[in-house]
């Protein structure tokens, strides 16, 4: 194996900020110390990372980084850029549903969920019901058009059905959600990192960032799938190894289940309607549904995933794969949050001070607890990372897909020789990667990790989904009300989402936890002690909007943009169904309104039957693809297996060459 200079430059620059960092955080940590001693005095010897955990730590990120260089340096070159954005629909079933769950479960779910058990108890868990209801409602409605089409940016299904500018939008909605979402992902691992070794925080991001940066855009979407199962075998093994040891440690399941019993945290069938309320039955099951669906049905690392394999069936069965890796990851969460709170019967960390956010209950258990096994805490550590990992990965793939095509090809119509299609790929990935970095910094600054993330989330997904549904579901739908109802949404949303964060801020909103004690504490850090968490402080002069569950902020973005759009599809005009393209309709919902009668179809302005002429008519939409040129008779055969990208479909679009 070689490396050309261009990339040993590249490694030395990031070793060398690396270390800059690390030696302008060693004041911080100073301050620190004093503060901590004082602790530690008083209890028993704080347990440091070893050498043995920076190994099983190192590891990871170096197994990692190989993948990396094999797919990008050894193995198989990448011919084109859809080569490298979907792997050439060559991956098998296994590895991609690994893939799924992996990008699913990040480090954000990890350390959130065992401290949502702690703070709030069992509520959240029903979150698995959504998940069983999500998959058969992607596999029906969404998953047959994905499939059919083949589109490596998914957000082309605008153009096609809309116009352009719809797909601009979502496609830039996109981009601010993954950006933004990713910087979560990368802050929460280095925040345990950080309690757990005493590294500086934004040491940890860089290293993360370096590690996921480089075997993204090196290796392609072929690396990251394969990276992903890897570190899906890492993320279970080091939750499972926590939960068995934690519950051996207070004494078995009977004093768990007791402990959180008699604390009021066993709780899963809270049916109060109130949309203000943080988690309850009805929140959890539906808004849930609906921000589970904004990650199955309409966000493009998942539908590229999709689209690594030749075939439907194959992307169902990971489907309920991933599904059932997803329940089985929560529940694990969710107990070892129980065991925490069995071992903290008598002295709350947080009331006490010991740590300053919920977040980081997790690390300081397994570092108090379990730091004197040698390579537990770097396994422990190892899985964090590698969660975050494989959520960064395949959002910087599909950042790099969405701007190409989109915007690059698509807006700009920039002609991108298929020979340096991979290679810009590369270039826009790690673009994005360094963007990410720079707005980890104004991550840091709000409140809980798990929120804000899903808060991300719902200001975009939801908006999203709606307006697949329009185009999928509502021939009537017009580009002009898609457009219209989709910005009103997001403008609402994101009203909702930071005039909650302000309320949160500034102490107008706190949500009200279940009780601890900090009787038996012997240890008390007055600058970071929190003395007033069980109480409930939801002024009403907050906004209601301010107010409402931030879990429904998916339900919401969704309900507006479909809504607001058909509404304003019947003022400004609808489409004609006559003139639609029932290839662009979801099939079950195609069959669902040519099954009605003739008289009733006439009311709906539907034609009596799908127009054959318009079908069969050999006319191809040229979908602006830089690795694909249609006017090339030479391309290679790899690019044959996409030769789908060119359809037999009819649309209205400017993009249509006949044949």
Not at 9 to 25: C, G, N, T
Not at 286 to 307: D, E, R, V
Not at 495 to 517: F, H, R, W, Y
Request: charged content about 10%; glycine content about 8%; hydrophobic content about 45%.
């Amino acid at each position: 194996m070689k490396f050309n200079g261009s990339l040993y430059s590249r490694l030395k620059l990031a070793i060398f900020l690396v270390l800059v960092i690390s030696h302008l955080s060693e004041g911080t940590n100073n301050d620190t110390k004093q503060e901590e001693t004082q602790c530690e005095e008083n209890g028993k010897p704080k347990n440091t990372f070893s050498w043995p955990d920076y190994l099983v730590l190192g590891t990871m990120l170096l197994v990692s980084c190989g993948i990396g260089v094999f797919y990008g340096f050894i193995g198989e070159k990448h011919s084109s850029s859809d080569d490298f954005l979907l792997g050439g629909s060559s991956m098998g079933t296994f590895p991609m549903a690994m893939s799924l769950a992996a990008s699913f479960i990040t480090a954000i779910e990890l350390l959130g969920n065992p401290a949502e058990m702690y703070n709030y108890g069992t509520q959240f868990l029903m979150i698995c019901c959504a998940f069983i209801l999500v998959v058969p409602l992607t596999a029906r409605f969404y998953l047959p058009l994905f499939m059919e089409l083949r589109l490596t940016s998914s957000y082309e299904y605008f153009s096609l059905r809309f116009n352009p500018s719809v797909r601009y939008f979502a496609s830039g909605l996109y981009i601010l959600q993954m950006v933004l979402y990713m910087s979560v992902a990368v802050y929460a691992p280095a925040l345990a990192l950080s309690h757990v070794t005493g590294l500086n925080v934004y040491v940890a991001v860089s290293v993360v960032y370096i590690v996921c940066i480089f075997y993204a855009s090196q290796g392609g979407m072929k690396a990251v799938i394969i990276a992903d199962t890897f570190q899906a075998g890492v993320l279970i093994g080091s939750i499972l190894l926590i939960l068995y040891l934690g519950e051996k440690f207070v004494g078995g399941t009977g004093v768990i289940w007791s402990h959180n019993y008699n604390t009021g945290r066993l709780e899963i069938f809270n049916l109060n309607p109130d949309p203000t309320i943080r988690h309850s039955f009805w929140s959890v099951v539906i808004g849930g549904t609906f921000y589970w669906m904004t990650m199955f049905c309409s966000n493009q690392a998942s539908i590229q995933k999709y689209l690594s394999v030749e075939n439907i069936n194959q992307v169902k069965t990971a489907l309920w794969t991933s599904c059932f890796g997803l329940i089985l990851i929560y529940v694990i969460n969710f107990y070892t949050g129980m065991i925490m709170v069995a071992h903290y019967q008598n002295c709350d960390p947080i009331k006490s001070g010991e740590i300053s956010a919920t977040d980081q209950i997790l690390p300081l258990y397994v570092m108090s607890e379990m730091g004197h096994f040698k390579g537990v805490a770097g396994f422990f550590v190892a899985g964090i990372f590698a969660a975050s990992l494989g959520t960064v990965a395949s959002a910087l793939n599909s950042l790099a897909a969405v701007t190409i095509q989109d915007f690059v090809c698509g807006a700009f119509k920039i002609v991108l020789h298929e020979t340096k299609g991979a290679f810009w790929a590369k270039s826009i990935s790690a673009m994005y990667g360094a963007i990410s970095f720079v707005l980890v910094f104004v991550v840091a600054q709000l409140g809980s990790i798990m929120q804000v993330a899903i808060s991300f989330n719902g200001m975009v997904g939801g908006v999203t989904l709606g307006l697949f549904s329009l185009g999928m579901f509502f021939p009537w739908a017009s580009s002009k009300g898609a457009l219209l109802g989709s910005m009103i949404a997001v403008c609402v949303i994101s009203v909702m989402c930071v005039g909650q964060q302000i309320a949160i801020a500034n102490g107008d909103l706190v949500e009200e936890s279940k009780p601890t004690t900090v009787d038996n504490c012997t240890c008390f850090n007055a600058s970071l002690s929190h003395e007033n968490l069980d109480g409930k402080v939801a002024s009403s002069s907050v906004f209601f909007l301010f107010r409402i569950s931030y879990i429904w902020y998916s339900a919401l973005g969704f309900a507006m943009t479909v809504l607001i759009g058909l509404v304003s599809s019947l003022l400004v005009g609808c489409s004609d169904p006559h003139e639609t393209d029932w290839n662009l309709v979801s099939p079950p919902i195609k069959n669902l309104l040519f099954s009605l009668s003739n008289k009733t179809k006439e009311r709906l302005n539907l034609p009596l039957k799908i127009n054959s002429k318009k079908t069969q008519k050999n006319t191809f939409v040229g979908v602006f693809n830089m690795a694909l040129d249609i006017n090339d008779e030479t391309k290679p055969k790899d690019s044959e297996k996409r030769s789908e990208k060119v359809r037999k479909i009819s649309a209205p679009s400017s993009f249509l060459v006949t044949s």
